[in-house]
């Protein structure tokens, strides 16, 4: 996890007027879509389950039914009629719904209820204009009772019944419908990423509460959360971007907290079998034993924070867990670069001297090694096994604190097959898709993407029907 730059959210545009609807290209600027209290209770009528990203009109109901108290539509985005409390116009057939809007294919997060239906006998054609200023799209046809697009279809298992809200499991937001084509475009079976936060929900909730509060190990910078979300609803959300697998990046920052969050961790793993098995350590006696044992127990992949344990990753208490997993094949994510803010043993010489020793050791550099990029690209070239991570590189948002030297990039472009889609998520301060955006703006291939955002993580942890590597 980093905390980085300043916010970079663009200006807000005035809302679209209850009853107007957004027009075909209009693009509201991307907001967060899982800003805190996004998604409407699943109990609401009518409420938008998955609120868009700031390209969607969110339609919370029509025909007079007005979205609940705490469904919060981000600022950016454009909000049809009847959305966020606005209730839509009597006799109007539904909410307005744009051109990339939460009733195309890219966007039907809402379900229709005998609730939100035109009155008795009305059938808004396509193309026919909707009452009382609300106006529907040529997708969309509604009769007594029911709404659906002509595009739009609920995935297995949901209906939309009287009373009832969508579902996690609706059809496509406009926002995972984005990610989707990425990958898609790539030829891809979806995506990989070995830099994802889950951890017990209190740890967490600290986690963010330390962001909110601008804690010292943030630099003091502003940092919003993008996807401040209930565990499940986090899970979900990245299955419908087409994560493939990830992982529950968690660290101790004292003594004994990393057996317990280990233990926590394999809880998860258990009842999340896309996750992958992830563990962490502190340097104190009996790391290497519970060490052993979580390797032992199906460890997939470790988390070690130099940042925020405030440790010396060569110190002699951590010598014999390096070993056994240089000896195990067990990568390691490390937060070793001195971003965003430096400790006593971040950069790179402390880990340059656990490499010297365990040169073996499957390493992976999150953040690039953010900011001292160079550097770690050099420890990349000189062992094998050491892999960097591009959470949160490259974006906007780090590039304000800490650019990305563009001399750098054929040094990246061939060291790719070690680079590794990571992201940070839930505590990314833009959208989800802005990352995978960032990586395709460098212009080293769709080659470079494909084994970048899947096929070397892939691999790496031994994921089905992956190519061989070219020669």
């Not at 294919?105 to 609730?115: D, F, L, N, S």
């Not at 992976?364 to 062992?383: C, N």
């Not at 703006?441 to 029907?465: E, K, Q, S, T």
């Amino acid at each position: 996890m980093i905390v980085s730059g300043m916010s970079t959210h663009p200006p807000t545009p005035p809302a679209a007027p209850a009853g107007a609807s957004a027009s075909a290209g209009a693009a509201a600027p991307a907001a967060s879509a899982g800003v805190a209290g996004n998604a409407a209770p699943d109990e609401a009528a009518g409420s938008v389950k998955v609120a868009g990203d700031g390209r969607a009109a969110a339609s919370a109901g029509a025909a007079g039914a007005a979205a609940p108290a705490d469904t919060v539509v981000p600022e950016e985005a454009a909000a049809s009629a009847g959305a966020a409390g606005n209730a839509a116009s009597t006799g109007a057939a539904g909410a307005v719904a744009s051109a990339r809007a939460a009733a195309s294919v890219e966007a039907a997060g809402t379900a229709a209820t005998a609730g939100m239906a035109a009155p008795a006998g009305a059938a808004v054609s396509a193309g026919a204009a909707a009452s009382a200023g609300a106006a529907a799209t040529a997708e969309v046809a509604e009769t007594a009772g029911a709404a659906a697009s002509a595009q739009a279809a609920t995935s297995a298992g949901a209906a939309a019944s009287a009373g009832a809200a969508a579902t996690a499991e609706v059809a496509e937001t406009a926002e995972t419908a984005e990610v989707r084509r990425f990958w898609r475009d790539l030829g891809l079976p979806g995506l990989v990423d070995v830099h994802t936060h889950f951890m017990p929900e209190r740890v967490l909730r600290k986690v963010w509460a330390y962001f909110d509060g601008l804690g010292p190990l943030t630099g003091g910078i502003e940092w919003p959360i993008t996807y401040r979300k209930e565990e499940g609803e986090r899970a979900a959300l990245l299955r419908a971007f087409g994560v493939r697998a990830f992982t529950a990046m968690l660290y101790p920052h004292k003594p004994g907290m990393a057996r317990w969050l280990n233990d926590w961790a394999a809880g998860f793993a258990r009842r999340t079998p896309d996750c992958l098995h992830t563990s962490t350590f502190f340097p104190e006696p009996g790391a290497a034993a519970y060490v052993r044992e979580a390797v032992e127990h199906g460890t997939r992949v470790f988390k070690a924070h130099v940042q925020v344990g405030g440790y010396d990753p060569s110190d002699e208490a951590l010598d014999a867990c390096w070993g056994l997993l240089a000896e195990a094949g067990t990568p390691v994510v490390v937060h070793c670069g001195s971003g965003p803010a430096p400790g006593k043993h971040t950069g790179p010489e402390p880990v340059a001297r656990v490499l010297a020793r365990h040169p073996r050791l499957r390493l992976v550099v999150a953040h690039m090694g953010m900011p001292e990029y160079e550097d770690f690209l050099g420890l990349a070239e000189r062992y094998r096994e050491v892999r960097l991570d591009t959470t949160m590189a490259f974006t906007g948002f780090s590039e304000r604190m800490a650019p990305f030297p563009r001399r750098a990039l054929p040094r990246l472009a061939a060291l790719g097959d070690r680079v590794l889609l990571g992201t940070d998520f839930p505590n990314i301060p833009y959208p989800y898709a802005h990352q995978l955006d960032a990586l395709a703006d460098l212009g080293l291939g769709d080659d470079w993407l494909r084994a970048v955002c899947h096929d070397n993580a892939a691999r790496l942890f031994g994921l089905p029907d992956v190519p061989e590597p070219p020669a």
